[in-house]
């Protein structure tokens, strides 16, 4: 087998705003550790896949922050987007360029800003993926649910092969809160964590069977393709016809760190519960995030489960059960022409 | 009757940081609005009492302020504390100024950081209890309560005066809660404001009786003198024993602005009620305070009652419920030795 890693740095997300810009987004802040999610998640895939096997794409304007967060990733293995044009087209380019440097590629394909509290597990996961691809069928990572979530699309998984992967059974779209309940309780449903293994000459097939415009359109007019997702593009109608889908299933301790409300569970904790850091004096508070990344002190007294986002020249102060709502800020700024804020 | 106010100034609390700090005290900030408390309260006064009768009592870490706030105040009316020794120090060696200046004078004591919402209907209560003064008694205002304090002290209302004036029965210590609920309930309770009017040669005739240390000690070693309040000093044991002490009833609209809770009393709301000031953007918030004093965007998302102040160096959050403990960060931080905030 030989593995090359690539990880997926195209996202420009709004959800971690102020701390997120446009030019910083996500994949760039150090919301678990003192390093990046981006830095982190090459760290975390590096034992399995030396540096010179791992690839990033992302956007031209964000080409920089990946040389300066990754040193050891090769020149050539930095894949810029011609434009965001979702993950469909961006694995396809990947597939692409990695399979003319070697034919034989089996591709780890990683979001760049989601968090693993067991790498080791994690990366166990990915070697059975892996081996179990080499025939040619598309592999992805399925996380056991740990809680009723209607933010995530389900797999449901089907039996189990001999080779210790399963079968996918179907991809099933975000739950209401009830469905997800249930989920949780039969088992027999994972988390769709957008983590995908598979041989480059796999998926170049599935995508030209499938989405056979934007295979035809990768290295000629990229911008002007769909922009679509590979799950919805290839892995479910695969799943619906070929039946070549399969997964690994794992806990790993993943977290896609989706908002603000999600640092408890993915950082060191004082002992009143709070996710602090920073130049931060807390009093009689618990459950809160409280991050200063300036040198401003930020005082926080008598509070429960809120997030105090202390972020250059912006401020953001929401409760953690209402941390999706930084849109509604984020948008309220756009439609004000604030985009300095932004 | 020749008018002369005295504004206090020498106050330095800590229930207004990180607006507050020791070189700005709250007199000196513009909580209710763009002008100070200090210049609000001058301006209050100068309809009664013109510029060249006004004095202040301050500090000398403050002197510059005052000048700066009240450019009309003459240089010789600023009377600057060897220390910090409580009001009745303070209003004895103002008395024993101003009365050299005119020895018919009659006080007008005036704190620096009340606010008042009608300040016409103040003056006439300050004229009121002016006239009632003219034959030596000592007048205070009491405000009437308009909700169960437990902050304030309490003066008992006694017989009405033929001079609109009525007795004083007794000074009262700061009740508890049933207390507070019973004397606002009963009626005939008034709250202590700290506001006082006497002719000079009166008050400085009852501070040599009650307290002939601080009497005699005014212009020869202020810094010796003991810290106490005009009140426990004088017009408490003026009350047990002459009993030549009064007051003037009314509202006026007063507070005393006695934390970031009160903001919203004093303040222009929007229409959430919310108390906001400076570049703050708030999204489903009711009852809040946020201010935000320097170049900082505050975006505060689905909160109620909390108060956020962005105030240069230093941020805090902390509900309105629970203002009063931002002297815990106060000590908190004295206590780690970073006076550089405070």
Same mark, same amino acid.
């Given at each position: ?14 959800? /971690? ?10 994949? /760039? ?63 396809? *380019? ?116 499938? *989405? ?9 007019? /990229? ?73 401003? *002190?930020?005082?926080?007294?008598? *509070? ?39």
């Amino acid at each position: 087998m030989s593995l090359h890693a690539v990880i997926l740095a195209g996202g420009s997300g709004t959800r /971690f705003w102020p701390l997120s810009r446009s030019n910083r987004p996500k994949q /760039f802040l150090p919301l678990v550790t003192e390093k990046t999610l981006i830095a982190e998640t090459f760290l975390r895939v590096e034992p399995l896949c030396p540096a010179e096997r791992i690839w990033v794409v992302c956007g031209q304007e964000h080409a920089a922050l990946v040389r300066a967060e990754l040193p050891r990733l090769p020149d050539a293995h930095l894949i810029v987007e011609p434009a965001a044009r979702n993950t469909a087209p961006a694995i396809g *380019l990947a597939s692409l360029r990695v399979g003319r440097e070697d034919p034989d590629a089996t591709l780890l394909v990683l979001p760049s800003d989601h968090h693993v509290k067991d790498p080791a597990g994690f990366r166990a996961g990915l070697e059975l993926a892996a081996r179990a691809c080499q025939g040619g069928d598309l592999l992805t990572i399925g996380i056991r649910p740990t809680r009723p979530e209607t933010g995530y699309g389900y797999l449901r998984v089907g039996p189990r092969r001999a080779d210790g992967a399963y079968a996918v059974d179907a991809f099933v779209e975000k739950p209401d809160a009830a469905t997800a309940a249930r989920y949780l309780q039969e088992g027999g449903y994972l988390w769709n964590g957008g983590i995908f293994v598979f041989r480059a000459a796999a998926i170049l097939d599935a995508l030209g069977r499938h *989405l056979p415009a934007v295979h035809a359109g990768l290295e000629k007019d /990229f911008a002007a393709l769909a922009s679509i997702s590979i799950d919805y593009g290839v892995m479910e109608p695969e799943s619906q016809t070929t039946r070549r889908i399969a997964l690994v299933s794992g806990d790993f301790g993943w977290s896609d760190v989706g908002s603000f409300a999600a640092l408890p569970d993915v950082r060191a904790l004082d002992d009143k519960g709070n996710a602090v850091s920073g130049d931060v004096v807390t009093i009689d508070c618990d459950g809160c995030v409280v991050l200063s990344e300036g040198k401003r *002190l930020v005082a926080a007294v008598g *509070l429960s489960d809120l997030c105090i986002i202390d972020a250059g020249d912006a401020l953001l102060v929401v409760p953690r059960d209402r941390a999706q709502d930084v849109r509604a800020v984020v948008d309220a700024l756009r439609a004000s022409g604030r985009t300095d804020k932004l």
